[in-house]
Nanobody, 122 residues
Framework: QVQLVESGGGLVQAGGSLRLSCAAS????????MGWYRQAPGKQRELVAS???????NYADSVKGRFTISRDNAKNTVYLQMNSLKPEDTAVYYC????????????????WGQGTQVTVSS
């Protein structure tokens, strides 16, 4: 069984910082692409940032210059450092990963974490 376990969400004032973590576990090989999505109330889930196994990153325009995605391949963990947070960053943040495992050793399967709430007060 494959699990993505997120941590680090919470309540912060505008201008503050938070760091999200997501660890992949189970009978897996090192994840391929990993990323963070978010979903605000009444809105569609949107990509925040992604990172390939080789470290190539991609960001939504709304977070460029404020958020940084990184990963530790030895720990199968992806991070999202969020600085200069704004009230519009308030959302549930979901970890996403494409992972090969012992049942699918050739084709990567897509997995989601359970989500972690980030609330930014004005």
């Amino acid at each position: 069984q494959v699990q993505l376990v997120e941590s680090g969400g919470g309540l912060v004032q505008a201008g503050g910082s938070l760091r999200l973590s997501c660890a992949a576990s189970g009978s897996i090989f090192s994840p391929d692409a990993m990323g963070w999505y978010r979903q605000a109330p009444g809105k569609q889930r949107e990509l925040v940032a992604s990172i390939t196994s080789g470290g190539i990153t991609n960001y939504a325009d709304s977070v460029k210059g404020r958020f940084t995605i990184s990963r530790d391949n030895a720990k199968n963990t992806v991070y999202l450092q969020m600085n200069s947070l704004k009230p519009e960053d308030t959302a549930v943040y979901y970890c996403n990963a494409e992972i090969k495992n012992i049942w699918s050793p050739v084709k990567s399967l897509n997995y989601w974490g359970q989500g972690t709430q980030v609330t930014v007060s004005s």
